[in-house]
């Protein structure tokens, strides 16, 4: 990811986000289901694993193996519509705008709604060979169509057209975002240490409606009755106890 970043900026970077924890998390939930489904039908148990090496290797190689596919290479790695220094968000005159014409109609029509019918008839953006042949000419030329209104009319603009958009949000827009409020998605909770506090609710909806989000246990709080039911008794439990082997945390103020 670091070197994916440096193709498209030149400096290697960081994601500013836990992208290998949380994606090889939903993998192993995946292959859970995937081993619990192949029980079901034959009655055998199967050991997952997961490393996090390979599943992020995967992730990204998916798009990036690029011409490294074929042997011997057609390319080198990295998808280049994708590592673009111009695929990012683009300035408007009063912001940022995401926006991705993607097909040949979509681009057709941008370009013909902006009055640049002398860029839709460009045969270096007339189908998705020639545009990934071309890409940095045809990101440019997006760039600087937008530079030229606010984001607002980018907005309307796509939306008549047909054409994926959307302004750029703030972290801080999320917590009042409309949609999400009226989704139901965030969910506040009440927590004896912590006060009243605010979480992310669960994305999917199963038959329509959002399972409930829970505060995860203190470290400790289950010690007795997790250690009870492997069958460990109380008196091994209390002698731990007193050694220090294993923590109980403190029963949680009822009030």
């Known amino acids: 990811i670091a070197d994916l970043s440096r193709l498209q900026g030149g400096e290697p970077q960081y994601l500013p ?13 995946v292959s859970i289901l995937s081993a619990l489904l192949a029980r079901s039908r034959d009655g055998q148990g199967r050991q997952v694993e997961v490393p996090m090496f390979e599943s992020m ?23 280049p519509r994708v590592t673009n220094p111009w695929r ?30 002398d860029l839709a008839e460009d ?3 007339a189908t998705m060979a020639e545009r990934t042949r071309h890409i940095g000419a045809l990101y440019e030329s ?27 949000y703030a972290l801080t827009d999320l917590p009042g975002d409309e949609h999400l409020a009226q989704t139901g998605f965030f969910q506040t909770l009440d927590d004896p240490a912590m006060g009243r506090v605010r979480l992310t609710g669960v994305p999917v909806l199963f038959d ?5 989000v829970r505060l995860p246990p203190r470290l400790g709080e289950h010690t007795r009755s997790a250690l ?4 460990a008794s109380a008196e091994q439990i209390e002698a731990w106890l007193a050694s ?10 009822p009030a």
């Open 142 to 168: 997006l760039g600087q169509l937008v530079r030229q209104h606010p984001t607002q009319h980018w907005l309307a603009l796509c939306e008549r057209i047909d054409i994926p958009a959307a302004r750029v």
């Open 88 to 117: 990012k968000p683009y300035p408007s005159a009063d912001g940022h705008v995401c926006m991705m014409p993607y097909t040949d109609a979509h681009w057709q029509r941008f370009f013909r709604a902006c009055g640049r019918n």
């Open 17 to 29: 986000t836990a992208s290998a924890d949380k994606t090889s998390g939903l993998i192993a939930a």
């Open 244 to 253: 220090g082997a294993i923590f109980q945390a403190p029963a949680k103020d």
């Open 228 to 231: 009870s039911a492997v069958g």
């Open 57 to 79: 290797v995967s992730f990204n190689l998916v798009e990036h193996l690029f011409g490294m596919h074929f042997e011997p290479p057609l390319a080198t790695p990295g998808y």
């Open 208 to 212: 329509g409606e959002r399972p409930p």
């Open 123 to 125: 045969p270096r953006f």
